[in-house]
């Protein structure tokens, strides 16, 4: 394989792919998923807030893992529980793809997974997280340059979830 950045890309892309073959319902605010899934993607995705908002205290991997689980095995999700099965699938999978990073935007309802941040950027700034940063976006079924964030994301602001380094 090449540089650091291309393995990056295509550890993003392989997320991508294993989420979308798990999205056997969909997305509840994707008016395709709703419509092919005949509404069923809304009331599954529903059923979800209900019983995450159960699981309390738990520690972080253990959310994110339940999270995961349950998403998968009920075949929907938004764009939180498909960047987290995406965070999951990397962090068990792709052991050399560190740091990986769940993110939001602190001004849009957003999550996606960041690959290959430098430490100590700016979290705010994407132009300061270095050329291997990479940008895996399920929901959106894409992988990219870090740098590329403000195209598909135009002025939204970024915010670290979770963070394994």
């Not at 998968?72 to 965070?87: L, R, S």
Request: aromatic share 10%.
């Amino acid at each position: 394989m090449g540089s650091k950045t291309e393995w990056y890309l295509e550890c993003a892309k392989d997320a991508v792919k294993f989420v979308m073959s798990k999205m056997t319902i969909g997305s509840a605010n994707k008016f395709g998923d709703v419509v092919k899934s005949r509404g069923k993607s809304i009331f599954c995705v529903i059923g979800h807030s209900i019983e995450f908002s159960r699981l309390g205290n738990k520690q972080m991997e253990e959310r994110l893992r339940i999270i995961s689980v349950v998403a998968q095995k009920d075949g929907c999700g938004n764009c939180g529980e498909q960047a987290i099965i995406a965070f999951v699938y990397l962090m068990d999978n792709k052991g050399d793809v560190r740091p990986i990073e769940l993110f939001k935007f602190t001004n849009k309802d957003h999550n996606y997974v960041v690959i290959g941040r430098l430490r100590g950027s700016v979290i705010e700034t994407p132009a300061t997280w270095g050329p291997e940063a990479i940008i895996c976006d399920p929901w959106k079924e894409a992988a990219y340059h870090a740098r590329e964030l403000s195209t598909h994301w135009p002025e939204s602001i970024p915010a670290v979830i979770c963070s394994l380094w």
